[in-house]
């Protein structure tokens, strides 16, 4: 049953790779694109992708005011977790950069465009291209005669790190170190420690984006993330790469270090948390992971959120509560974190203009994200913690579900605007089938 499980959620993994990684697509401005940097000293640090291959990143110069600003992303793309899944993963641009674009479009929090990113436009920006399988944190390797693996992700950190120092970034007076989905599970492990590389005088801080995964039961009432999380620190050595106090704190499962919900109470960094209450890939692979539906119950609840019946709204709802009360310390008592939780069925908000800041992007109390993180990382509001209502309450989401164009109730529903066309969900959807 482990084992099925297991594969279950490998094979989940290989949709978020896609879910992360499509082209933004967005009308209007198509955003900037950027050159691939390889990290030609990285070999002397044995830091190497899975297949070997050097890492590398994209970085956008900053410009006037924001010179000495600096804003890394993690590339977000899944995991792997047993020797299969990573030698797959090795042969595609999620595990080597032989197979990678050497340019990438920057956009929503990346943007060059003051109208489209008031707050970070001119700062320097670079993208830490992903190509290890367990978000920058691993170290060790594999060989057998006929396969040779890297996990060197934590090598991968420090290289890129290392390479950025003497281009400014070791001058820096503001930084922010964020990431997407896997990218931002990443800002969890790394945020300490990439304040640790910067002036003292520096104000840094860190975001995610839609990487706060939980420890979640499923439907069928087994833990299948911490299942695989566990599969994957053993794999490529993570555990020497956690926080210590907090692997301390949850002996013998260190493990559990790698969720989000144990490692944040550890992180000294002020921390901001951009997820979406229903995430739309812990609904159907963490909540619903395809082992706990062997008969296809959800099938239509997944793809479309108005055929739920009321059972499965009730286990929506208690996702939402789950996430909720394992983020409730953090919400009651950081004096400077902040949060923007909405009720969007979307995976990755914030490298994507439409919900980062347009006409039309989500908002909370009629704050738009880009505003809310801007408020908290300049201080400009007491407290910037936004927790949206349920759904369906929330009309301005632009859902990955797409909601169904024969549903005459559709019109009002998450996914659609107020001019009934569709959002960016179906759109994007139909990118990722085709």
Same mark, same amino acid.
């Given at each position: ?13 290989v949709l978020l790779v896609s879910l992360t990684s499509s082209t933004p ?7 900037? +694109? ?7 000293? &990285? ?17 956008d110069r900053g410009f006037g005011a924001g010179s000495n600003n600096w ?17 797959? +993963? ?21 943007? @060059?465009?003051?109208?489209? $990113?008031?707050?970070?436009? @001119? ?48 001058? %820096?007076?503001? %930084? ?13 492990? !790394? ?24 420890? &979640? ?30 692997? +301390? ?25 951009? @997820? ?56 009651? @008592? ?30 909370? !109390? ?14 400009? +509001? ?15 989401? !632009? ?17 659609? $605007? ?17």
């Open positions: 049953m482990k084992t099925k499980r297991l594969l279950n959620l490998t094979a989940a993994m697509l967005v009308s209007g401005d198509p955003g900037r +694109r950027v050159s691939m940097t390889l990290v030609r000293r &990285a070999a002397a640090l044995g830091a190497f992708c899975l297949d070997g291959s050097l890492p590398a990143y994209h970085l804003l890394l992303q993690f590339e977000g793309g899944g995991w792997c977790n047993d020797i299969a899944s990573c030698v797959d +993963r090795s042969k595609t641009r999620r595990g080597s950069t032989r197979f990678m674009s050497n340019t990438v479009v920057f956009t929503g929090i990346l943007s @060059n465009n003051a109208s489209l $990113n008031p707050d970070f436009y @001119n700062w320097n920006k670079v993208r830490l291209r992903y190509c290890d399988g367990a978000s920058f944190a691993g170290d060790t390797e594999f060989g057998n005669g006929t396969s040779m693996l890297y996990f060197r992700g934590q090598r991968i950190w420090n290289a890129i790190i290392l390479d950025l120092l003497p281009k400014g970034l070791s001058k %820096a007076r503001n %930084a922010l170190l964020t990431g997407c989905s896997a990218g931002g599970l990443s800002t969890f492990l !790394h945020c300490d420690n990439f304040t640790s590389y910067l002036p003292k005088t520096a104000n840094v801080k860190c975001m995610s984006d839609a990487g706060f995964f939980l420890d &979640a039961i499923d439907v069928a009432s087994n833990r299948t993330m911490r299942y695989f999380y566990t599969q994957l620190v053993s794999l490529q050595g993570i555990q020497k790469n956690l926080d210590t106090s907090c692997t +301390r704190a949850f002996y013998p499962e260190p493990s559990l270090c790698f969720f989000p919900q144990y490692a944040l109470r550890f992180i000294r960094t002020p921390f901001f948390i951009l @997820n979406s209450a229903y995430d739309v890939f812990q609904f159907h692979h963490g909540l619903v992971p395809p082992s706990a539906d062997p008969t296809g119950r959800w099938n239509h609840c997944k793809l479309n959120v108005t055929a739920c019946n009321p059972h499965q709204l009730d286990a929506l709802q208690g996702f939402r509560k789950d996430m909720l009360g394992a983020l409730m310390n953090f919400f009651r @008592n950081s004096t400077r974190g902040g949060m923007f939780i909405n009720s969007c069925f979307d995976h990755c908000q914030s490298a994507l203009q439409e919900t980062w800041l347009s006409p039309t992007s989500p908002r909370i !109390h009629n704050k738009t994200i880009a505003a809310t993180v801007g408020d908290w990382y300049f201080g400009r +509001r007491k407290e910037a913690k936004e927790i949206g209502c349920p759904y369906p309450c929330d009309k301005t989401c !632009h859902n990955l579900i797409p909601a169904s164009t024969t549903d005459s109730s559709v019109s009002n529903a998450p996914g659609h $605007n107020s001019r009934g066309t569709l959002s960016r969900s179906q759109a994007e959807l139909n990118y990722i089938l085709s």
